[in-house]
């Protein structure tokens, strides 16, 4: 039944993906309804696949790459929606649910063997990280689509070419700060996930902080990414272009981390 709900809701991001995308060139509101409906559709699939997996293993969506790819696809499209209603930009869907769409369909070819876990004080600390650091890259995955979508209007602002996508998407000003809002949001989270993540080392018998390359530096570098764009904003000001290709680089970063911290 769990493959069954997993893959419609794969084929109905896709059909949300393609609805979003031509959207964005062709204003047809029944094609907007569309979009919106089927990725509504779809995150009712996405959580009762979870809810499946969930029953099915015995705990949450967070000990394998799998399970974990799953939850992160879906945080996504949750904190989407809400910033959809909160602040009505219409065509961020088309930068966020590709992101979703390639994302889940990545998770298709994980394995989805499952990995049990004894001790419950260790799998309340795993819980707490886990759901912590994704609710965090979920909102920089916002951020992203938020970014690239600034970058678009900075470019045709500047090179004073303002073609059909200048009138369609939202001021620099709307870009910019949603950008820095949901990063706002992401960047507490993340650290939180990052510090409840040495106390479940020490749950597991490991050091506090696991200096093994492969697996923390990447973490530490989008760490870094990121507090460099929360806090130079607070500080000096940094916004803008420099916020958006920030945001940017900090999500490409968390895609390189999580092959080296969870596959």
């Not at 939202?170 to 700060?177: A, G, T």
């Not at 989008?222 to 000001?237: A, E, P």
């Amino acid at each position: 039944m769990a493959n069954i709900t997993f893959n419609s809701t794969l084929l109905i991001y896709l059909i949300a993906t393609l609805g979003y995308t031509i959207y964005l060139v062709d204003r047809k509101p029944i094609v907007k309804s569309i979009s919106f409906f089927s990725l509504g559709l779809g995150l009712l699939s996405h959580t009762i696949t979870i809810c499946l997996r969930s029953m099915e293993t015995g705990h949450g969506p967070y000990t394998t790459g799998f399970e974990i790819t799953l939850f992160f696809a879906w945080v996504i499209v949750v904190i989407f929606f809400i910033t959809e209603w909160k602040y009505k930009i219409k065509d961020l869907g088309a930068f966020v649910i590709p992101v979703v769409f390639i994302i889940l369909l990545y998770s298709a070819f994980q394995s989805r063997e499952h990995s049990l876990i004894d001790e419950s004080s260790t799998m309340f600390w795993l819980t707490i990280h886990r759901t912590l650091s994704i609710i965090g890259y979920a909102a920089f995955a916002i951020a992203f689509g938020a970014a690239v979508m600034y970058l678009i209007q900075e470019n045709q602002v500047k090179n004073k070419k303002l073609g059909v996508m200048y009138f369609r998407m939202p001021s620099l000003e709307v870009l910019d700060n949603l950008n820095y809002k949901v990063i706002a949001l992401g960047f507490p989270l993340f650290t939180l996930g990052f510090m409840t993540g040495s106390i479940w080392n020490i749950k597991t018998d490991e050091s506090l902080f696991s200096w093994d390359i492969m697996r923390t530096w990447p973490l530490i570098a989008v760490w870094m990414i990121y507090c460099g764009i929360f806090f130079g904003r607070l500080l000096v000001g940094w916004r803008g272009k420099k916020a958006a290709q920030g945001a940017i680089l900090g999500f490409v970063a968390i895609i390189f981390s999580y092959f080296f911290h969870v596959v």
